[in-house]
């Protein structure tokens, strides 16, 4: 049933692994999307992709890998992780072109000590 | 980058109030978008308002979209604590494929 899932819930790294976050979505939208949110609550566009084609880098590290196997699936890699890492990451979707709406995941907490 | 301002950033009320809360930019916008996160929760999408002047009601939520289309308003009748939540006001960042959001408010509803 679940519309955008996104695994883990919850991650806790040490400084300087590497890390993966996958995300799928079974709306048979185009676009999807990874964004930031960072301890104010504010949220940030990390990448866009439309059927499995980076759209929107957004000035991302490029220790952030992101990967669409699938117009379903869009899964994110992270190299070395630092301590300024540490966020909540969210998935989303849509279909494409200005207005539409989004659904999001329920989050992944990245926790990097 | 568009930028939008969300205010107030904190409201904390009691049960049965009366509340509003606002959007607004300087830069023209072809929509808005309003959400509401609960806690360990993605984003959620309340609305899309996309005529300058548009009023949309969904039960107890009034939003509102500026005549000039740079400002958006979400107004709550009676709230009750299961509104508690953050609100976020979106727009389109530029691209089709980008959507930038305010920084939100973080309404709680006491019993």
């Known amino acids: 049933d679940t519309a955008v899932s996104q695994t883990p819930k919850y991650l806790v790294t040490q400084m300087g692994n590497d890390k993966s976050i996958k995300c799928e979505q079974n709306l048979g939208h185009d676009t999807m999307y990874w964004y930031k949110q960072d301890s104010k609550k504010f949220l940030k566009i990390m990448f866009s992709y439309n059927n499995k084609e980076l759209i929107i880098n957004e000035t991302v590290p490029n220790r952030f890998s992101p990967k669409s196997p699938d117009k379903a699936h869009l899964n994110l890699h992270i190299n070395s992780l630092e301590l300024g890492d540490s966020a909540v990451y969210f998935c989303?979707?849509?279909?494409?072109?200005?207005?539409?709406?989004?659904?999001f995941g329920s989050g992944t907490r990245l926790t990097v000590v | 980058t568009q930028l939008l301002k969300q205010s107030p950033q904190f409201l904390s009320i009691q049960e049965g109030e009366n509340l509003t809360v606002y959007c607004n930019s300087s830069?023209?916008?072809?929509?808005l978008q309003w959400y509401r996160q609960e806690p360990g929760e993605g984003p959620v999408l309340l609305v899309t308002?996309?005529?300058?002047?548009e009023v949309k009601k969904l039960k107890r939520l009034t939003f509102q979209f500026g005549d000039a289309r740079k400002d958006s308003s979400l107004h709550i009748t009676a709230a009750q604590t299961g509104d508690t939540g953050l609100y976020l006001c979106?727009?389109?960042?530029?691209?089709?494929?980008?959507?930038?959001f305010g920084k939100g408010t973080l309404l709680t509803v006491n019993p």
């Open positions: 830069s023209v916008f072809s929509s």
């Open positions: 308002v996309v005529t300058g002047g």
């Open positions: 989303a979707s849509s279909l494409p072109g200005q207005g539409r709406g989004y659904t």
């Open positions: 979106a727009g389109p960042g530029g691209s089709n494929y980008k959507l930038t």
